[in-house]
Each structure stands twice: as structure tokens, then as C-alpha cells.
């Protein structure tokens, strides 16, 4: 019988010891690295025999992709897979699996969070009360006007599993929701209860924007100074998905010039985690945080509990639970 060589390019975990179990139950070959930032060529020497290869952050490109010999499946350890040329692996007969659904309930909880929290004017209120306890006297006119955020609109741009869940979130606040997403079919409307507007109309009205869509060519900047310039000046906007789906430098501009009243920022472009100059990270009006939405305890252990059950249907000659290019074959022969 044939022993399948895995590889798991890098990590997030702690460590992969119980990865290791599970792979010696299956009689798998398995090696552990941390690749994230390795160039080309060291992740293809690593990866040039593996029949599965398990990746987060390592990017496997067309060039890297053309080194692998033997692979019949990658699986992204994440949500997106934006580190990944689908088009290049499909060429080679390669299923590209993710993992879309391990962390929608985190990351929605998160980005109501950082709506609140820009709406609250959290780090002025931390101020304030620093301030006025030195003084022993409270102050609070600097943080003015705050409002009410009930009966406002938010905007959603993209209604997927996180766009959804926001959604409902956002209505047990009392807030009207818009929705901007092309591709959602009527179905889902209907169970959401929602009509789509155009982009342009969504952050002409919305008092809050909240971004849910994957990092393609088409997302990539789809928010920057022109859209910023649409919105209103005492409006939010809050990103919890790809970094480069938003113009980081504009945005950064926008606040400052005050046609932007805060934004809430977990994810960066480019380069994670971001430079410590990064002009976002200094600016008052942005509450930045660092690429955690997706955390918490359970969805830490659902994201590899449902990537060995992958493995596991693999070895059956099974595609992924959430298979990529769905067009693409399972290969299971050299």
C-alpha cells in the first residue's frame, strides 16, 4: 500500500502534536515546517514530493506550483486563498481545498466590535477617563458628539457566511441594514430578507461600512479614495477580510483630512504583521488590531479537526469538504 507524503508548510499553532497522532493513526508521512516567509525556491524543495501539501500563509505561485511533482491536493488553512494560484494548480490536476466556515461567528463578533468601538469612541473614553482621574474631575466635552446607533444603516459589503451574520447581528441592534453583493443568489435574498444596491449607493447612505468579500483582482482596492469620497464624513468603515481590499494609504489620508470620522482595521496589505511606521497605526481615527478575528478557542480546534477530516477523505479518494476548482479531478495515482 502506498504511504501519501504530507507536508504542512507553516503554522499558527502552538505545535502540530496532535496533527501527528491523527497522521500516524492514518499511516501518513508527514514533515512540519514554518515556511512562511521562505522564498520560492525553499518551499518548492520542500514541497517537490509531497502529495499533500497543508499551507496558511506560505504563497504558492505558478512558479513554485511547476515544482511539484507529485501533489494531488493543497489544502489553505484559512478561510481565503489568496496565497494560492488556483488557475496553476487546476493546470496541473491539483484540487485546492479551504476551510470557509470555521470562523464566521468570530470574525462577525469582531467586526461589531470594531464597529461599536469606533462608534463609542473607545480609545477617547480611555483617554478621557486617564485624564480625569489625574485631574480628579471628569471632562468630557473633547469627546463629543457621539451618536446613537440604532436606527442608522449599515452597509455590507459581500452577505456570505460573515456578511450574513453580521447582518442578523446588526438588525438586533436596531440598525437598517444595506447590502452590496452581485453574486448572491435570489435564494439567499429571500432567506435574508434583503434587496442588493449598488456599491456607490451603499456607502452614499450607510453610516457604517462593513467590509465581507474575498480578496480577487476585482476586490483588490475595491474601497479607495474615490469611494472614500462618497461617504459620509461622520461615517465608519471596518475591515475584518483581506487587507488589500482597501487602499490602506488613502484611507489613512481620508481620516486625517476628517472626511472620515474612524475606521476599525484588522488586516493589513502586503505585509502581516505591518511595518511599526505604518501610518494606520498611528492615526486617532483608526482602531487597529492584529489579524485576530478569527480566533477564539473552538474555531482554533474546528479549523484542524475539519483539515485532518480532509486528509482523512483524501486517503478515500474523497475531494475536500470545501473544494476551490471544482472542476478539477481527485488524482489519487502518481
Given at each position: 500500500?502506498?504511504?501519501?507524503?504530507?507536508?504542512?508548510?507553516?503554522?499558527?499553532?502552538?505545535?502540530?502534536?496532535?496533527?501527528?497522532?491523527?497522521?500516524?493513526?492514518?499511516?501518513?508521512?508527514?514533515?512540519?515546517?514554518?515556511?512562511?516567509?521562505?522564498?520560492?525556491?525553499?518551499?518548492?524543495?520542500?514541497?517537490?514530493?509531497?502529495?499533500?501539501?497543508?499551507?496558511?500563509?506560505?504563497?504558492?505561485?505558478?512558479?513554485?506550483?511547476?515544482?511539484?511533482?507529485?501533489?494531488?491536493?493543497?489544502?489553505?488553512h484559512g478561510v481565503g486563498y489568496d496565497n494560492i494560484?488556483?488557475?496553476?494548480?487546476?493546470?496541473?490536476?491539483?484540487?485546492?481545498?479551504?476551510?470557509?466556515?470555521?470562523?464566521?461567528?468570530?470574525?462577525?463578533?469582531?467586526?461589531?466590535?470594531?464597529?461599536?468601538?469606533?462608534?463609542?469612541?473607545?480609545?477617547?473614553?480611555?483617554?478621557?477617563?486617564?485624564?480625569?482621574?489625574?485631574?480628579?474631575?471628569?471632562?468630557?466635552?473633547?469627546?463629543?458628539?457621539?451618536f446613537r446607533l440604532s436606527g442608522e444603516t449599515i452597509g455590507i459589503?459581500?452577505?456570505?457566511?460573515?456578511?450574513?451574520?453580521?447582518?442578523?447581528?446588526?438588525?438586533?441592534?436596531?440598525?437598517?441594514?444595506?447590502?452590496?453583493?452581485?453574486?448572491?443568489?435570489?435564494?439567499?435574498?429571500?432567506?435574508?430578507?434583503?434587496?442588493?444596491?449598488?456599491?456607490?449607493?451603499?456607502?452614499?447612505?450607510?453610516?457604517?461600512?462593513?467590509?465581507?468579500?474575498?480578496?480577487?483582482?476585482?476586490?483588490?482596492?475595491?474601497?479607495?479614495?474615490?469611494?472614500?469620497?462618497?461617504?459620509?464624513?461622520?461615517?465608519?468603515?471596518?475591515?475584518?477580510?483581506?487587507?488589500?481590499?482597501?487602499?490602506?494609504?488613502?484611507?489613512?489620508?481620508?481620516?486625517?483630512?476628517?472626511?472620515?470620522?474612524?475606521?476599525?482595521?484588522?488586516?493589513?496589505?502586503?505585509?502581516?504583521?505591518?511595518?511599526?511606521?505604518?501610518?494606520?497605526?498611528?492615526?486617532?481615527?483608526?482602531?487597529?488590531?492584529?489579524?485576530?478575528?478569527?480566533?477564539?478557542?473552538?474555531?482554533?480546534?474546528?479549523?484542524?479537526?475539519?483539515?485532518?477530516?480532509?486528509?482523512?477523505?483524501?486517503?478515500?479518494?474523497?475531494?475536500?469538504?470545501?473544494?476551490?476548482?471544482?472542476?478539477?479531478?481527485?488524482?489519487?495515482?502518481?
Amino acid at each position: 500500500m502506498k504511504r501519501w507524503k504530507l507536508v504542512v508548510t507553516d503554522f499558527i499553532e502552538p505545535d502540530l502534536e496532535w496533527e501527528a497522532q491523527q497522521f500516524d493513526q492514518l499511516g501518513i508521512e508527514y514533515s512540519f515546517h514554518q515556511l512562511k516567509l521562505a522564498a520560492g525556491s525553499a518551499l518548492a524543495e520542500i514541497t517537490a514530493d509531497a502529495d499533500i501539501i497543508i499551507t496558511n500563509m506560505a504563497k504558492f505561485d505558478a512558479k513554485v506550483i511547476a515544482c511539484l511533482r507529485n501533489c494531488k491536493l493543497i489544502i489553505r488553512h484559512g478561510v481565503g486563498y489568496d496565497n494560492i494560484d488556483v488557475d496553476a494548480a487546476s493546470a496541473r490536476g491539483i484540487v485546492v481545498g479551504y476551510v470557509p466556515d470555521y470562523c464566521v461567528q468570530e470574525v462577525a463578533e469582531q467586526s461589531l466590535m470594531l464597529i461599536l468601538a469606533c462608534r463609542r469612541k473607545l480609545c477617547d473614553q480611555q483617554v478621557i477617563l486617564r485624564n480625569s482621574a489625574q485631574r480628579r474631575e471628569w471632562e468630557f466635552a473633547s469627546i463629543r458628539p457621539i451618536f446613537r446607533l440604532s436606527g442608522e444603516t449599515i452597509g455590507i459589503i459581500g452577505c456570505g457566511r460573515v456578511g450574513g451574520t453580521v447582518l442578523r447581528m446588526a438588525r438586533g441592534l436596531g440598525l437598517k441594514c444595506l447590502v452590496c453583493d452581485p453574486f448572491i443568489p435570489d435564494k439567499r435574498k429571500q432567506e435574508l430578507g434583503v434587496e442588493t444596491v449598488s456599491l456607490d449607493k451603499l456607502l452614499r447612505e450607510s453610516d457604517v461600512v462593513t467590509v465581507h468579500v474575498p480578496l480577487t483582482d476585482e476586490t483588490h482596492h475595491l474601497l479607495g479614495q474615490r469611494e472614500f469620497d462618497l461617504m459620509k464624513a461622520n461615517a465608519v468603515l471596518v475591515n475584518t477580510a483581506r487587507g488589500a481590499i482597501v487602499d490602506l494609504i488613502a484611507l489613512d489620508k481620508t481620516l486625517r483630512d476628517g472626511k472620515l470620522a474612524f475606521a476599525g482595521i484588522d488586516v493589513y496589505e502586503d505585509q502581516e504583521p505591518p511595518e511599526p511606521d505604518h501610518p494606520l497605526l498611528n492615526n486617532p481615527r483608526a482602531i487597529c488590531t492584529a489579524h485576530l478575528a478569527w480566533l477564539s478557542e473552538e474555531s482554533a480546534w474546528a479549523i484542524r479537526a475539519r483539515i485532518v477530516e480532509d486528509v482523512s477523505r483524501f486517503l478515500q479518494g474523497e475531494v475536500p469538504h470545501f473544494q476551490v476548482n471544482a472542476g478539477t479531478r481527485l488524482r489519487m495515482e502518481d
